[in-house]
Structure formats: C-alpha cells, structure tokens
C-alpha cells in the first residue's frame, strides 16, 4: 500500500491538525493523547502519520521520508529547507518577538547579547538593524537568560504573554506572525499529486469548517 506519509510534532499542532481531518472524515480512531506510538495510520488506511520533534518536521520532508508535513513558521524560518510551502492552516498562531525588561532601548545599543532558541532568525533580524549581537543559544525556558544576566534581550515566540509577564518582561519589538504551515517534499508532489491534493482538500475543508 503507497501511504502518504505525513510529519508532524505531537501536542498542540497535531491535536488540532487531526481536528481539521476529522472534519473531513480522516480519521485515526486508535490514537489517544496518551499513546507512545509514533507512527498511526488513518482508518481508511491511506495516510501514514509519523511524530517527530517540531524542529525535525522539515527535514523529515527534504528528504523525503514524508511527502507532508505540518510544521510552525518559525522552524521554517530558522531553517530553511528546499520543500514546497503550500497552506497556511492558520493553527499555533504566535509572534516571534524581541523581549526584555520593559525600556530596554534595543536600536540604541551598539552590541547585545541575545538568548535564543532561533539564533539565525534573531542574528538576521540585528545585523539589518547594524547592531552586533552575540547569539546564545537556548532549547527552552528562554525568558530566563535575562532574569539571570545572561543576556540583554531575548528572542522567542510569545502566544499569550503570560510567560513574560510572569517573569517581569515584555515584547520590545516584533518579528513575524507566526502560523502552522503545510509543507510538501517536491518529488513527492510530481509523484503523488493526486493523494497530496486530496489532503490539502481534506486540510482546507477543516479550515473551513472551523471558520
Ligand atoms: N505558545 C507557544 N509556544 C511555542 N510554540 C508555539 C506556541 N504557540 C504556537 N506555537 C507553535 O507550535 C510549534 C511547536 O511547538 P512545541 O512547543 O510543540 O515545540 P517545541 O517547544 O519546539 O518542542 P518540544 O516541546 O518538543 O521541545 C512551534 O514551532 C510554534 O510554531
Ligand atoms: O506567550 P505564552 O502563551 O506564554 O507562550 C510563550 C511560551 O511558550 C513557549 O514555550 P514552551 O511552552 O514551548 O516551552 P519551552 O520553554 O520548553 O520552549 C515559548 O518558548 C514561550 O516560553
């Protein structure tokens, strides 16, 4: 059987990801939220869903060991891969943001050490600015860095706010809008164009659906 394969982060973008196929009828009636499997596949045995880190969702379809995947603006953005980007799905809406102690006068500053979980995107971000940074980079727990002096500024995603907030910070300045996105290996979408059509039909209707 010739599965499309499809990449995506457990949590909060696969939970509603799976929402949006349910719509459609897609449905994966042996997965719960506290299943440790890591490849499922949907009752009518067409689409193969594989989990994998958020970060490693691009990769996954470069190389085309999946054909989809779903995967946030911002690891696109850090990492750059030659894949098609072909939908918004408007999920796992946040800000990449510039965060500090309230007044940090950022465009003032000659040099700022900047904590990261996105060290590109924040280095690209400063160097167009001419400000010189150097980058630490972080894999969590990023609002720390300036709580403990190990940074001026950082930059991270912000949803609610209640991250700085609770920790006496605020955004300084703003990014990009980040969305979920639905991405597609290139050989794949010449070779399964069909299958990654109905998917993308099936994504859509569920958007649709919640609107
Ligand atoms: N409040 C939020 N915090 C983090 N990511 C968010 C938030 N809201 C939406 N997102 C999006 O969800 C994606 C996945 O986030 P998630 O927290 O699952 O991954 P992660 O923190 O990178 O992975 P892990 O928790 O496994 O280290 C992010 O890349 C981002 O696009
Ligand atoms: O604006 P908010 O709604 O508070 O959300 C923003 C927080 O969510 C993310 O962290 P995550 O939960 O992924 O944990 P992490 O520190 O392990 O990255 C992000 O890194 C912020 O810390």
Redesign the pocket.
Known sequence: MDYLTVAM?K???ADRAMDFLEKSDVRFSDFTDESRKLVIYDDKQTIKLIFV???DVPVYVENGAADVGI?????MMEDPRDVYELLDLGI???KLAVAGFPGTPVDEMPFLTVASKYPAVAKEYFDKKGIRTEMIKL??SIELAPLIGMSDVIVD?V?TGTTLKENGLVVLQEIAE?S?RLIVNKASYATKTADIQQFIKDMKEGLEVRA
């Open positions: 982060a949590g909060r973008t880190k958020a970060v995967v946030g603006k911002d690891v796992g809406r946040c894999n969590g995603i949803e980040v979920a």
